[in-house]
T-cell receptor, first 108, second 118 residues
Framework: QKEVEQDPGPLSVPEGAIVSLNCTYSNSAFQYFMWYRQYSRKGPELLMYTYSSGNKEDGRFTAQVDKSSKYISLFIRDSQPSDSATYLCAMSRSRLTFGEGTQLTVNP | GAVVSQHPSWVICKSGTSVKIECRSLDFQATTMFWYRQFPKQSLMLMATSNEGSKATYEQGVEKDKFLINHASLTLSTLTVTSAHPEDSSFYIC??????????????FGPGTRLTVL
């Protein structure tokens, strides 16, 4: 079993939709949780990070962590075509463990 | 802040030659850098952890004699693919570790280097 599970998609939504991206994990030792965005042929870009259960908001993005369920989410409100990318969750205790990434397409 | 650069961004070489890829942290010092490779439509695969002033730690299945890593300073790590073969063609991405507020260690990634071996 993988330590971090993430549905690879692809996920296709219309512009303006609310997008929900999710990851589950099995290692309760993970302390820090991050979301990266990777455009095609580019390196991943850190979007958000958190270390506690609950919600963290940054503009149109909200990261949610539920440590009791070992479940994290990234919500994108008012999605834009420029949000089309692969989103990777990552978790850390001493080093980062990445999910497979979810490929998102926002259609105009 | 927290910018990581890679050079070159792409390289084409003949089979049997060696290729060096540089990874630099531009506005912070990184005692630890990481090298990943990524095949199309797949996730990042960690190859090795590079620590400044010491030997790199390689992941299982990664040939240390083929993928030479040097981390000679707090802002520069290099990956040399020796005697490259077509199966080494991939997207190589480095990252540099940075401690954020709250003692969170995260990684900032370079833009990647696309290697094509003919």
């Amino acid at each position: 079993q993988k330590e971090v599970e993430q549905d690879p998609g692809p996920l296709s939504v219309p512009e303006g939709a609310i997008v929900s991206l999710n990851c589950t994990y099995s290692n309760s030792a993970f302390q820090y949780f991050m979301w990266y965005r990777q455009y095609s042929r580019k390196g991943p870009e850190l979007l958000m990070y958190t270390y506690s259960s609950g919600n963290k908001e940054d503009g149109r993005f909200t990261a949610q962590v539920d440590k009791s369920s070992k479940y994290i989410s990234l919500f994108i409100r008012d999605s834009q075509p420029s949000d089309s990318a692969t989103y990777l969750c990552a978790m850390s205790r001493s080093r980062l463990t990445f999910g497979e990434g979810t490929q998102l397409t926002v259609n105009p | 802040g927290a910018v990581v650069s890679q050079h070159p961004s792409w390289v084409i070489c003949k089979s049997g030659t060696s290729v060096k890829i540089e990874c630099r942290s531009l506005d912070f010092q990184a005692t630890t850098m990481f090298w990943y490779r990524q095949f199309p439509k797949q996730s990042l695969m960690l190859m090795a952890t590079s620590n400044e002033g010491s030997k790199a730690t390689y992941e299982q299945g990664v040939e240390k004699d083929k993928f030479l890593i040097n981390h000679a300073s707090l802002t520069l790590s290099t990956l040399t693919v020796t005697s490259a073969h077509p199966e080494d063609s991939s997207f190589y991405i480095c990252s540099a570790m940075l401690r954020l507020a709250g003692d969170i260690d995260t990684q900032y990634f370079g833009p990647g280097t696309r290697l094509t071996v003919l």
